[in-house]
């Protein structure tokens, strides 16, 4: 286990069970109280936890994994996902990307499509996540309109009325949305509000709404609503989506694409 494996899993237990002690940890994750110990210093140094005696506490009342922490989750799910829906893009078209993993992996995937290794553009890409537009702008065939806004450190994501008036002036061909959760009868969320402001402009700005989400995510209600079912054309998921969930999706008018 790396490192970096070993953080995320440390955190995963963190959020789970509120605390952590040294030596269970240690035990749980096969290696040495030392090394433990070294980590969690590590991680308190990043803000990430506090620190007590014996092991640590969730920093603050509310958490949040940071983006480069849930990464490798769902890794492959998430791979075959980003991979249909970059197959759905026409070349030439404009795209919408919320921030997230998912529609990272989404924006990679477009990026080596070699049907968009040239073009003027290739295609335009709105995004306001400042990681998606940092990878893409490098590749000259892509035109990159990043929206303004205030950035969450967690995300990535700009958000507030700056983020929201440049897409109100824009108009979109394709809104991928990356979500918290997404349940047939109360619709597409996210956990935050302005989140979910910034992702419903973007919604009602385009021709088509394609929502991508490892299936963990699907039946599931999360805090802010970004737009109701109604609103979403194509769902890009993985076979792990109980049939039953995916006969309530296409009911509900929404194209399910299991990967």
Known sequence: MTRKERWQTLLDLLVERG??????????LGVSAATIRRDLDQLAEQQLLVRTRGGAVLHGVSYELPLRYRTSRRAAEKRRISEAVAALITPGEVIGLTGGTTTTEVARALAARPDLAQGSP????VTNALNIAGELVIR??????????????????????????????????????GVDGFDPADGAATRHEDEASVNRLLCERARRVVIAADSSKLGVRAFARICATSSVDVLVTDTGLAAEVAQEFAAAGVDVLRV
């Open 140 to 177: 000259p065939q892509f035109k990159i309109v990043l929206t303004g806004g205030v950035a969450r450190p967690q995300s990535f994501e700009l958000t507030g009325p700056l983020a929201e008036q440049v897409l109100g002036q824009l108009a979109v061909d394709t809104a991928v949305l």
């Open 19 to 28: 605390e952590l002690e040294v030596e269970p940890a240690a035990e749980a």
């Open 122 to 125: 290739a295609l335009t890409v």
